[in-house]
């Protein structure tokens, strides 16, 4: 289909080598290409949805898109509302999206919809949905803190008829490929922001050696560059346990436990990162003038888009056997 057949590990290593980047938005879209709205269409759709949609996505003549989220359910995604109502050879698609990245200028979206009246975690379907069809609205660009470079899209579907053909391998079977597909994008989110905040580390230490109060220069504070040393190592503790996580799933094994402690930790270290670090510039750090502003912005998003932090616990615990299961 166009790819290059390699193992999810390359997949970590451009994800990775994206850090390099100085925003989070650019590594963040192409992540939904390649490790949200796509991995459930490579595993378990047909070869004509794939001919159709997979090979233009890898080319990068085409733009993907994923609608999970809506307003009323993010984290939680067997709350959606979105139906998909079958009617002879084709759906007719009600309801909506948000939070959906690169949404505004999409060429098809890989939609979760409730296909059926069913139990919520078996009643849902992935679908290729163009985005150029009747009854498909972008209502508006959202306004965000960070990842100000990424458009983000609210959407609104009416009455949008989409091939039956374009299910993603069985009907009823989304959420559990949806949740798949989540494990390689917080594996992707983890990956993103390694350098950078390695980035935001040694660029504090070089302005912290410039930067003089007291009479000497801020760096030579003890709490300061003890500080910077914690959250260094903080940084490669979460290396190692991405990949540590890498190997398990390419030796074929559920990293489900692994990826959430990886995403959970991803969120909190990044927000101390960014947080210390902008203490450490001072005024200047308040300003949009510098780089750990804006990552400060951009990478507060982690603990809470592909799955709160809260989320990431309650998964942990469901797999430490700590909460009793339903």
Request: charge should be neutral.
């Amino acid at each position: 289909y166009g790819g290059m057949g390699l193992d999810f590990s390359y997949r970590m290593a451009v994800a990775e080598e994206l850090g390099h980047i100085r925003c989070g938005a650019i590594p963040m879209a192409v992540g939904v290409q390649l490790g949200m709205a796509t991995p459930a269409l490579t595993r378990f759709g047909s070869d004509e949805l794939k001919k159709e949609f997979l090979v233009p996505t890898i080319a990068g003549d085409f733009v993907a898109c994923l609608g999970i989220s809506e307003a009323g359910a993010g984290s939680d995604v067997a709350s959606i509302k979105t139906t998909a109502v079958r009617k002879g050879n084709e759906y007719i698609i009600n309801g909506g999206k948000m939070w959906t990245t690169s949404g505004c200028q999409a060429d098809w979206m890989c939609l979760l919809a409730n296909t059926s009246e069913g139990p919520p975690h078996r009643n849902k379907s992935l679908i290729c949905l163009p985005m150029n069809l009747p009854g498909v609205h972008v209502a508006k660009k959202i306004d965000k803190l960070g990842m100000r470079s990424s458009d983000t899209a609210q959407i609104f579907f009416e009455d949008v008829r989409v091939p039956s053909k374009n299910v993603i391998g069985e009907e009823g079977k989304g959420f559990t490929y949806q949740m798949l597909q989540f494990q390689e994008e917080r594996l992707w989110a983890v990956a993103s922001v390694l350098v950078s905040l390695e980035t935001v580390i040694q660029e504090t230490i070089e302005y912290g050696r410039q930067r003089r109060a007291f009479g000497r220069p801020v760096l030579h504070n003890q709490a300061v560059h003890f500080r910077l040393a914690e959250l260094a190592t903080e940084v490669e503790l979460l290396r190692s346990l991405l990949y540590r996580t890498v190997d398990l799933y390419l030796e074929g094994n559920d990293v489900t436990k692994f990826a959430s402690m990886a995403k959970l930790k991803a969120g909190r270290v990044s927000r101390e990162v960014t947080d210390s670090s902008l203490q450490f510039w001072g005024g200047m750090g308040f300003t949009n003038e510098v780089l750990v502003s804006r990552f400060y912005r951009d990478m507060r998003l982690l603990s809470i888009g592909g799955g709160t932090d809260e989320t990431m616990l309650s998964i942990i615990c469901k797999h430490m056997e700590i909460l009793p299961s339903k």
